[in-house]
């Protein structure tokens, strides 16, 4: 495309450099920003600046945090014996989203993945091994993803850490609730009848 | 949502109010940029903030230009006799990417649209009238949306100017090159049809 201006082409360029965001799209929200006012616009770089020079991690669980300790991690309601592992921050929100769950995180950055280049010395797993051998950790869960990578992050970890004093589980895999039978893929089909539960036990959780 | 932190929060914030983007992609967006290098992130702020404060508008026609007259403007081999009314920039960008017209723009900044409280006084249609009054303008064409703001744009424009010694012309509407007939919408077929040029023509042109 022939741009009509090096300014516009340059802020496109940058847009279009972001996942999933070509280079039309990138022309679209060019020009929104052009017709909003330019405040707006400045918000949006100071915040992004904002977010590259200030983002912290937490020390213990490795979450996003605004101070060196997160949230959870520094809330002495939590059980810090029950520590779930997760992939990156989008889970640790989608969880406390529940409301449910009163343990603490450990956010391994990412999945062993070789076709992507990321093997284990990429993801936190030396500051878990740590965790687990420094707090009293009597059980690990497991809520990773439910593909080959995931399957593989949490395998690499159980042998890892099998030695330790620490029960492992992992989350459910089955149909969802709400979902038809007829519509779920075999596999999450064939997890849910392979991991049946006794019937009371589950419409009491329910 | 709750965000573990305020920058993130406040990044995503900023991200969502663009078009298309709701919270849920932006946080996506968010996570890609902490995951790549910090300069990339400050290169997007910097160009956002160049284009929103350096972006410059021919004083002419009125498109994104990075000096007071565009390039299409000043350049003398374009046809300035021959003005292509268009509603925004990328109108002008993907005319321009035919290569095939010669003439010169002008560019309204939208269309009527009472709905969106855009009315005649807000689109660069003044300017207009004073191009057709200062310049030898022998052809109007009207490059519009084929939506009922567009045509409405059009007609207004046409009563307005019509006491000029303009010719007027509205780009044809038709069936697309390489389109099949059964699945042209309606009008666009009662268009195609009420709008036939003579077949010799046509086979020349195409």
Redesign the interface.
């Known amino acids: 495309?022939?741009?009509?201006?090096?300014?516009?082409e340059?802020?496109v360029?940058?847009?279009s450099?972001?996942?999933?965001?070509g280079k039309r799209?990138a022309?679209?929200?060019?020009?929104?920003?052009?017709n909003r006012p330019?405040s707006?616009?400045?918000?949006?770089?100071?915040?992004?600046?904002?977010?590259?020079?200030?983002?912290?991690y937490c020390e213990k669980c490795h979450?996003?945090?605004?101070a060196h300790i997160?949230?959870?991690c520094a809330n002495p309601l939590r059980d810090s014996s029950v520590i779930c592992v997760v992939e990156?921050?989008?889970d640790?929100?989608a969880i406390?989203?529940t409301g449910q769950f009163k343990g603490v995180y450990h956010v391994l950055g990412g999945r062993i993945s070789p076709m992507d280049g990321i093997g284990p010395g990429q993801l936190q797993i030396e500051s878990l091994l740590k965790r687990i051998e420094n707090e009293s950790v009597g059980e690990l869960i497991f809520a990773l993803s439910s593909t080959m990578e995931g399957d593989t992050t949490a395998f690499y970890l159980y042998k890892v850490l099998k030695d330790f004093n620490v029960n492992f589980s992992t989350i459910a895999r089955g149909i969802g609730v709400g979902d038809e039978l007829e519509y779920a893929d075999e596999a999450t089909l064939v997890r849910s009848i392979q991991n049946r539960i006794p019937y009371v036990e589950s419409t009491l959780k329910g």
Chains 1, 2 share one sequence.
């Open positions: 495309m022939n741009y009509p201006s090096k300014v516009l340059r802020a360029e940058e847009i450099h972001l996942p999933g965001i799209t022309l679209r929200l060019v020009l929104h920003m052009l330019v707006q616009t400045e918000n949006l770089a100071n915040a992004l600046n904002h977010l590259v020079q200030d983002i912290q979450t996003i945090s605004d997160c949230q959870i990156d921050v989008r640790v929100m406390e989203n």
